[in-house]
C-alpha cells in the first residue's frame, strides 16, 4: 500500500484554483508566504533596497554560500596546470581603514552619475534613463516634425514608458498635432540631451526643464567611529569584500603556506547606496558577495611554455560557469557575456577580458541580468595598495622558485550570493496546475532548503514514534521536517512549495513491513523502500 496520492478527490485542487504563471509577481509572492524572502523592518513599512531572509531563504542562501565554499576552498578542482587548485579563505571587516577605498579607487571614483528632477524631488541613475523623441505629424500634410518637448522615461520600465508617450500625445494634440506610432528613444546619457534638457520632461514631471545635469554621487555608505563625528573619523561600509583581501595578501603569504598560483576566497555583505534598488533583491543596498582572487605569476616573470593570464582566465570564465550550471542554472537562462573593450574599466583595458555569467530573470526577459563577473585585474590592486602604503616595490611578492619579485597579476571571479539564490527561486518555480499548491520549487536536492519531509499518516496506531525516531536518526546529518499535522496533501503541497525534493510517510503498514513510502517531488512517483534503507537513499539521492 502507498500513502494516499495527493491528488486524490479529497485532495483535488479548489475549483478555481487556476495555474500560476512564472512571473516575477507570483514568485515573490511564493517568497513571502513560504518564508523565504521579506521586507526588511516589514512592520514599520519596510525599507528600499533592504531584504530579509526567513527560515526557508536563509537555508537556500546558505546552501549555495556552502556549495561555493565547498568547491572553491575545501575540495577545489585542478586547475589548469593539473594541478590541485590552492585557495585560503578570510573574514575580513566591513569597515576599514578609509585609505583602503582612497587606494583602490572606490573614494574618488565609485560614482553613478545621477540626475534630479526638481519638480517632483526624484532621483534618478543618468545612465537608466531614456528619451522619447516626439516626433509630430502634421494632420492635413502628413510631414513630420520635431516636436518642442522630449520625454524621459525609466528604460525597461514599460510604465515609465507609457506614461512618457501620454505625456508626448497629450502635448502634441494641445499643438494639433499627433505622436507618430513608433517615436524614435534616445538614452538620456547621448550628447544631445545635454544640449536641449531645458526641453526635457523628466519621467514623473509635467513641464520641461526641471531634470538636472547628470552629477557625480558615490554609492558608499558613510559612518564615524567614535564618539566625534568629523573629518578624521569618517569610515565607509565595504562596497565589495575584495579589498579586505587585497590588502591581507601580504599576512597571507607571510604566514600561510601558499605560493603563485594560488587564490584567497571571501564570503561577506557589501554594502552600496544604490540609487534605484529594485528588481526584488537584485539589486539591494546590502547584499553578500562570494569574491575569489587568485593570484598568478607576473607575464614578465614568465618562461615559454608556461601558463599565461590568458590561460587563467579561460579557465575561471569555463569553470564559474559551469558551477553555476552544477548548482541548478543549466539551460538557455544562463550564458556567458565577454565585455567588449569599450565596457573595460582602465586596468582591464590591457588584460586577457572581462566576463559576466548572466541569468535570464523575469524581469530583464529577454535579456539577462548579472550574477558573477570574472576579470583579469592585471596587478592594478597590490601595486595600488603597496604604492597608498608608502612601502612601494618593497612589497613586491618573492618568487623564490623563479628567484625574482613581482606584483602578481589577478583573476577575480566575483559572484552575488543574493543574486545566485534569487535566479535559484526564479529557476526553480515550476507551475503545475495538477497539484493543490499549483507550482513547486524544482531546487536540485543539493540546494533545497528541506531535503526530505518525514510524515506520519495519522496521529495514532504508533506512527508517530515511528516517524519521531526516523527523524531523530536523520536530522543530525540532513535538513529534515517532521510534520504531524494537518492531511497529507496539504503536507505534500506545502513541501513542493518549499522544494523538498523526498518526502516519507510512515502508514498503517509501517508497523508490520517495516517500510515507508518515498514521494518524489518531480514526478509524484511513491514507492515503498525499507525504513532501514532511508538513510542510504538519502545519501545516495542527495549526495552531498
Ligand atoms: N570586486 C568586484 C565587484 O565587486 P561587481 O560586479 O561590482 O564586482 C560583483 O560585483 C557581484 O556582486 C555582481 O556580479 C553581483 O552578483 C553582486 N552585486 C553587485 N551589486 C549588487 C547589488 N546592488 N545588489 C545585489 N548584488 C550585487
Redesign the pocket.
Known sequence: MTAPSENTPANAPAPGNSPLAKTMDNIVALARRRAFIWQSSEIYGGIN?FWDYGPMGAALKRNLKDAWRKDIILCPGNGPDGKQLDVVEVDCTIIMNPKVWIASGHAAGFNDPMVDCKETKQRYRADHLSVIYAWDVDPESGDETRADWTFAFVSGDDTSFEKALKKARKRAKQQGSRVIDAPPVLPFTDPEIALTLARVVGPDADIPGTLTEPRNFNLMFETYCGAIQDESSKAWLR?????GIFSQFWNITDTCRVRVPFGIAQIGK?F?N?VT?RNF?????????M?IEFFITHPDALKPGELTPKDWYEFWYKTRYQWWQDVGLAGENLQLRHHDKDELSHYAKEGAGVC??EYRFPFTSPGFG????I?HRADFDLKAHATACGKGDKMRYFDQARNTRYFPHVI?P???????TLALLCEAFTPDPSRPSGVYMKFKPRMAPIKAGIFPLVNKDGMPEVAEKLHKELRGKYAIEFDEKQTIGKRYARMDEVGTPYCFTIDGDTLSTQTVTVRERDTLAQERISLDNVSAFLAEKIGE
Do not use: C
Open positions: 533596497g562596497p565589495e569584500t575584495a579589498q557589501a552600496r544604490e534598488p533583491t537584485f539589486r539591494s543596498r546590502e547584499f553578500e558577495q569574491e559576466d555569467v548579472e550574477l558573477e563577473g576579470a577575480e566575483s559572484a552575488g550570493a543574493d543574486r545566485g
